[in-house]
């Protein structure tokens, strides 16, 4: 794909438009009643403000990828264990709770006498069939992929907001009062929702993130102006219920293709970001040649469907420990763009000896926000526990990689 | 190509088998079907997690429980009552 900004929004928009993100916005949208817009487009102007300073010192000869600027930062051993940590357990846990969100909706919606474990399974093994194709045509499913799911909210978020089923006053209403959910909410919105925004090519953040903020705008509208915000809030599913409330069954069909779309989106978009992740290693010496030769493209898609198909198998999906640690799995991506974001504006300050204040500002909102995400947690325990092993597995693996590359640079 | 597409044969089969559980006595969709508002019967929701999230309908009359303390609730019923599971 030739197109810079197809490619910023094949990956953009991969996570952006899957059923996690899609329950974030319902229960904030809930939680928050209208502020939600508004903080949407706060999240927008965070994560490109913070793109942009990630992406002046990505621009240098010197640091031609994070996993080089974390590596000149922070050194060889403890960027690899971020980069692992941050992107592969993320793969195979939001996999897994995805392909059977699929299952479920393509059983409730499209067939009902199809098993939705068969189908989230059908799915996987297809979504791994898809990662041995050409990079190329990948790029081209997955545009194809964000196209329908974007699409999809975009029409039932037009249709609702032009026929909406309560006066504009009440759409509008102040929540009384903001709880500690509201508050959850507006954090998860704030951190969750951008936060793989972050793929592609940065250089066409800004307009990933306009199309975001025009597809998801209406979508808030229409469902504040046709559900009530307790039953948004309350739901694991708000999605669906507003679709059916904006255009009855039609609504449901749309919604269900969205979820599915969306989900391809995510499974690919993750699978490409985790191959750029190994490429990057092995350029920067960090992992010997053949994982960016043919273990990325051959082996790593096996090694992932069957990490997820056995977390299927086993239960996983199932048990509420998978939110906990798809919960932890986010917090670990959000820490490494952290370790990022703080390393690029280091290194402008090193540069440039004098810098503008400002650009702490995202590094710092972000970190904070990481950290009230972690300790307001119920979970918080159990969540800090499932960081520090996903990180000392990921060391683990960083430090084995390293070694065999220095075995084999030996050899030769 | 062969070999991909042949462990991922095995891979689904292996996936999809654990549906087909074996000791446990079901109840088909029509036999279930008939004994919907009966006293005699009570249905139990017992899925959690994804399974239970992820889905928009529920069985009428349904009351949900927890799979993993059927110890504490089985005790509320009485023996001859019948109890429909279902988990997925």
Known sequence: ?412 | MKRILLLLSIFFFVGTSQLIAADVPTMSKDELKSHLGSDKVAILDVRSGRDWSSSEFMIKGAIRAAGSDIATWSKDYPKDKTLVLYCA
């Open chain 1, 1 to 412: 794909m030739k197109s810079p900004i197809l490619l910023s929004l094949a990956l953009g928009c991969g996570w952006l438009f899957s059923p996690e993100v899609l329950v974030i916005i319902g229960n904030s949208a809930g939680n928050l009643g209208w502020l939600a817009i508004p903080l949407l487009a706060l999240t927008a102007l965070l994560f490109s403000f913070n793109s942009n300073t990630i992406n002046r010192v990505l621009q240098s000869d010197a640091h031609n990828s994070e996993i080089s600027l974390l590596k000149k930062s922070i050194g060889k051993i403890p960027a690899g264990t971020l980069s692992i940590a941050s992107c592969f357990p993320l793969l195979i846990l939001a996999a897994t709770a995805l392909l059977v969100t699929s299952g479920y909706t393509f059983n409730e919606v499209f067939l009902y006498w199809f098993p939705n474990f068969g189908f989230a399974f059908l799915l996987l093994g297809l979504l791994t069939l898809l990662q041995f194709l050409p990079v190329e045509q990948i790029y081209r499913v997955q545009l194809l992929f964000v196209a329908l799911a974007g699409f999809g909210i975009f029409v039932l978020g037009v249709y609702g907001t032009l026929t909406p089923a309560k006066p504009l006053a009440t759409i509008f209403q102040t929540p009384a009062e903001l709880s500690a959910g509201s508050l959850s909410s507006a954090l998860l919105l704030l951190l969750f929702a951008g936060s793989n925004l972050f793929q592609g090519n940065r250089n066409h953040f800004s307009k990933v993130a306009l199309l975001a903020l025009l597809v998801f705008l209406p979508w808030i509208f229409a469902s504040l102006a046709h559900v009530n915000p307790e039953r948004l809030a309350s739901s694991t599913i708000p999605f669906m219920t507003a679709s059916r409330k904006i255009m009855g069954e039609t609504g449901r069909q749309i919604m269900g293709t969205v979820v599915i779309m969306g989900s391809c989106a995510a499974f690919t978009g993750l699978s490409l970001l985790c191959r750029q992740k190994l490429s990057e290693l092995s350029q920067e010496k960090m992992a010997p040649l053949f994982v960016e030769k043919g273990g990325q493209r051959w082996v790593f898609p096996l090694l992932i469907a069957l990490s997820v198909g056995a977390c299927m198998a086993t239960g996983l999906a199932g048990d509420e420990l998978l939110e906990t640690l798809l919960r932890s799995a986010l917090l670990l991506w959000l820490l490494y763009y952290c370790f990022v974001s703080f390393a690029a504006v280091f290194v402008i300050k090193k540069e440039q000896q004098t810098m503008a204040g400002t650009l702490y500002i995202a590094p710092v909102l972000l970190s904070a926000g990481l950290a009230a995400i972690l300790f307001s947690s119920p979970h918080s325990v159990e969540m800090l526990q499932y960081v520090f092993a996903l990180l000392i597995a990921g060391s683990c693996f960083a430090a084995l990689l390293v070694f065999i590359q220095s075995q084999n640079k030996e050899q030769t």
